[in-house]
């Protein structure tokens, strides 16, 4: 199908994120929006990518010049809404089996949340439902929560295995991811998380698991390529900072970029360990050391930080604040998993990173676009609305930014443009599939 010329026009503000995307922002870059609220401002997309944003007479002109004709030119009129990049979420497990409702009645009633991973439930009660389930099942149950997801104005996930804990059953979640990403318009970028816990069947022998991941998992899942990343629960009970060293050392070699989960529950030295490892980014820090939190500057980590899974477990959420001050570049995500953090709707989480972290409307904004694409190795392609990036563009029912955060836990998104195809129009799904 010939991909059509699409103008955009008429917003009341455009959020481009346009400028030095070479590196993830920090301090200051991080409150620059690239804003655009001249009225003839027109953004044009050609083959899913974008032409250019910039003023009409211009933007036509160079329309011209590549020989489109006006007749095949689609028009959007963004009359009183924002214009921006499509959110990324740079941090999920989206791809698993069946869910935990129960788990939220046990923990009202006092259990904690690695007291029913202990106990056999949590992510271990998700890996029996995932490997139960075929991959037909894994695939259409995560259809709908990437639906989900495209729905909130989210256009790309990254997407974790770990609940397979098998050879088969992690190359089964990652396969499924590949094919959703073929199939469904948001892109995965997939990482192997075979390290996510001890599988039952190692329960006290966790060196044997290690050497399973390393010896039998990472070389499979490196030769299909099902995977970019490599990342760790680096936790107490889970998997030590010598061994989550082994095994991201070992994913290294087999060319998959170190991510970790780290100091998330108790303060173990895992924003430390992502410095010197040279992890792509270290996610949920809700207990980093100061130490760590410089180390993470000193090595340009990107802290990705998932205020939801914060607030669903009943716990302070991460010192941002003092991040941003550090001089490191913040990320947000939601987390989707069906234990610790059930949503999709990554506008909420900003809005828990402003609220609850003291992240100004402009930050979050930030973390969430550009700075996501970074943490997931994407910035060249997605993140900012700039000539020649892929055309993944919101619609907002609100006339500013500001508006986003301030009305707040309500999915404001009208339209969304995935590689310049309209997905989403008046905030239902009309792609054909
Ligand atoms: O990022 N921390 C470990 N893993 C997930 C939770 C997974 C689950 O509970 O199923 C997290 O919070
Ligand atoms: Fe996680």
Same mark, same amino acid.
């Given at each position: 199908?010939?991909?059509?010329?699409?103008?955009?026009?008429?917003?009341?503000?455009?959020?481009?994120?346009?400028?030095?995307?070479?590196?993830?922002?920090?301090?200051?870059?991080?409150?620059?929006?690239?804003?655009?609220?001249?009225?003839?401002?027109?953004?044009?997309?050609?083959?899913?990518?974008?032409?250019?944003?910039?003023?009409?007479?211009?933007?036509?002109?160079?329309?011209?010049?590549?020989?489109?004709?006006?007749?095949?030119?689609?028009?959007?009129?963004?009359?009183?809404?924002?214009?921006?990049?499509?959110?990324?979420?740079?941090?999920?497990?989206?791809?698993?089996? =069946?869910?935990?409702?129960?788990?939220?009645?046990?923990?009202?009633?006092?259990?904690?949340?690695?007291?029913?991973?202990?106990?056999?439930?949590?992510?271990?009660?998700?890996?029996?439902?995932?490997?139960?389930?075929?991959?037909?099942?894994?695939?259409?149950?995560?259809?709908?929560?990437?639906?989900?997801?495209?729905?909130?104005?989210?256009?790309?996930?990254?997407?974790?295995? =770990?609940?397979?804990?098998?050879?088969?059953?992690?190359?089964?979640?990652?396969?499924?991811?590949?094919?959703?990403?073929?199939?469904?318009?948001?892109?995965?970028?997939?990482?192997?998380?075979?390290?996510?816990?001890?599988?039952?069947?190692?329960?006290?022998?966790?060196?044997?698991?290690?050497?399973?991941?390393?010896?039998?998992?990472?070389?499979?899942?490196?030769?299909?390529?099902?995977?970019?990343?490599?990342?760790?629960?680096?936790?107490?009970?889970?998997?030590?900072?010598?061994?989550?060293?082994?095994?991201?050392?070992?994913?290294?070699?087999?060319?998959?970029?170190?991510?970790?989960?780290?100091?998330?529950?108790?303060?173990?030295?895992?924003?430390?360990?992502?410095?010197?490892?040279?992890?792509?980014?270290?996610?949920?820090?809700?207990?980093?050391?100061?130490?760590?939190?410089?180390? /993470?500057?000193?090595?340009?980590?990107?802290?990705?930080?998932?205020?939801?899974?914060?607030?669903?477990? /009943?716990?302070?959420?991460?010192?941002?604040?003092?991040?941003?001050?550090?001089?490191?570049?913040?990320?947000?995500?939601?987390?989707?998993?069906?234990?610790?953090?059930?949503?999709?709707?990554?506008?909420?989480?900003?809005?828990?990173?402003?609220?609850? /972290?003291? /992240?100004?409307?402009?930050?979050?904004?930030?973390?969430?676009?550009?700075?996501?694409?970074?943490?997931? =190795?994407?910035?060249?392609?997605?993140?900012?609305?700039?000539?020649?990036?892929?055309?993944?563009?919101?619609?907002?029912?609100?006339?500013?930014?500001?508006?986003?955060?301030?009305?707040?836990?309500?999915?404001?998104?009208?339209?969304?443009?995935?590689?310049?195809?309209?997905?989403?129009?008046?905030?239902?799904?009309?792609?054909?599939?």
């Amino acid at each position: 199908m010939k991909k059509k010329t699409t103008i955009i026009r008429n917003a009341s503000q455009i959020l481009t994120l346009a400028g030095d995307n070479r590196k993830p922002r920090t301090r200051e870059g991080m409150r620059d929006l690239g804003i655009r609220e001249e009225k003839d401002t027109v953004i044009a997309i050609h083959q899913g990518k974008i032409v250019q944003v910039g003023k009409e007479a211009q933007v036509l002109q160079a329309v011209k010049e590549m020989g489109i004709a006006d007749e095949s030119i689609q028009e959007i009129d963004a009359s009183g809404k924002l214009v921006m990049p499509g959110l990324i979420d740079p941090h999920t497990h989206v791809v698993f089996g =069946g869910s935990r409702e129960y788990e939220l009645e046990l923990r009202m009633n006092g259990a904690t949340y690695l007291e029913i991973l202990q106990q056999g439930g949590g992510i271990l009660a998700t890996t029996r439902m995932t490997r139960a389930a075929s991959e037909e099942e894994l695939f259409a149950q995560t259809w709908k929560r990437l639906d989900s997801f495209l729905q909130h104005g989210v256009t790309t996930v990254e997407a974790k295995s =770990g609940y397979g804990l098998t050879v088969d059953d992690e190359l089964k979640q990652l396969r499924v991811a590949k094919k959703l990403t073929q199939a469904h318009p948001i892109d995965l970028i997939s990482t192997f998380m075979g390290a996510h816990a001890i599988p039952a069947e190692y329960k006290g022998q966790p060196d044997q698991y290690v050497e399973l991941i390393i010896n039998d998992m990472l070389p499979r899942i490196a030769a299909e390529e099902l995977a970019v990343f490599c990342d760790v629960f680096c936790e107490h009970g889970v998997f030590s900072i010598e061994q989550s060293e082994r095994i991201l050392t070992a994913g290294k070699q087999a060319g998959l970029r170190p991510k970790i989960h780290a100091d998330e529950i108790e303060p173990m030295g895992g924003a430390e360990l992502a410095a010197r490892i040279g992890a792509i980014s270290a996610d949920h820090l809700l207990k980093a050391s100061d130490a760590g939190i410089e180390a /993470m500057a000193k090595a340009g980590v990107v802290a990705t930080l998932l205020p939801g899974t914060a607030f669903f477990l /009943m716990t302070a959420p991460a010192r941002a604040r003092r991040m941003i001050e550090a001089g490191v570049p913040v990320a947000l995500s939601t987390d989707r998993n069906p234990g610790s953090s059930p949503t999709e709707n990554l506008q909420l989480i900003m809005n828990l990173a402003c609220l609850n /972290m003291k /992240m100004t409307p402009a930050e979050v904004i930030v973390a969430a676009t550009i700075n996501a694409a970074h943490a997931i =190795g994407e910035a060249e392609r997605v993140g900012s609305l700039e000539a020649g990036k892929q055309a993944d563009i919101l619609i907002m029912n609100v006339p500013t930014y500001q508006h986003l955060q301030y009305h707040y836990g309500v999915n404001h998104t009208d339209t969304v443009l995935k590689n310049g195809e309209v997905v989403v129009e008046g905030g239902k799904l009309v792609y054909e599939s």
